[in-house]
């Protein structure tokens, strides 16, 4: 039922776009954009191509990160994230993290989930290669990536930790509270950084999970 909500409120949020072509992906973009597609086949039996074109600079006057969709390559509907898009035979589901996209579906009639298909000069389509040409190491890439993320959630659970366990009430039941983990400040920002690279890495594959991601956000 609140999922439902969800979208409702997503779909009235939908305005209609302007129609202009969509962009070329330049290489310049790379950190900044993510473009996904998706065919579909309309009621006429004729193939429709959609576009998902998201600029993580571009955002609406409340802060919100604004989503582009395509039709046949001419601006169809803008909305901010997330963003559900209705489409022949489902919806496209558009959500993001700090790190870029955390999902970019299309979602059937009947439930079944697809995720669409990054462009190949973006991010996402050159870690999707990755995968592609060279899974092993895809495998090793993706493993250091969760790596990185667990680290950061036991530092980050220490430092909420600790304030809480020297509240004076707290402290003079179960007596000081020294760090587990005490780190040089230089490490503490070094496995920061090593956590934001992580959750970086795993926004290029739309792979989120609040309690891992969130780390490193």
Request: charged fraction near 25%; proline fraction near 6%.
């Amino acid at each position: 039922m609140f999922q439902q909500w969800r979208r409702r409120r997503a779909v009235k949020r939908i305005e209609p776009g302007d129609g202009r072509w969509l962009p070329r992906f330049r290489w310049w973009q790379l950190l900044g954009r993510s473009l996904l597609h998706l065919a579909l086949i309309d009621s006429a039996g004729q193939q429709v191509r959609y576009a998902v074109d998201v600029r993580q600079w571009k955002t609406d006057d409340n802060g919100y990160m604004k989503v582009f969709l395509y039709r046949n390559d001419r601006q169809h509907s803008v909305s901010r994230v997330p963003a559900v898009f209705p489409v022949e035979g489902g919806r496209i589901d558009v959500a993001s993290s700090n790190f870029g996209l955390k999902r970019c579906h299309f979602v059937s009639d009947e439930g079944v989930e697809q995720q669409m298909q990054p462009d190949a000069r973006s991010a996402e389509g050159r870690r999707a290669s990755l995968d592609a040409r060279r899974p092993v190491l895809s495998r090793i890439v993706g493993a250091i990536s969760v790596v990185m993320l667990l680290v950061g959630i036991v530092l980050l659970l220490q430092q909420i930790a600790l304030p809480i366990l020297r509240i004076p009430p707290i402290a003079e039941q179960i007596g000081p509270v020294e760090p587990l983990i005490a780190l040089p400040l230089w490490l503490t920002i070094s496995l920061g950084v090593a956590a934001a690279i992580g959750s970086a890495e795993r926004a290029l594959r739309l792979r989120y999970r609040w309690w891992l991601d969130a780390a490193g956000n």
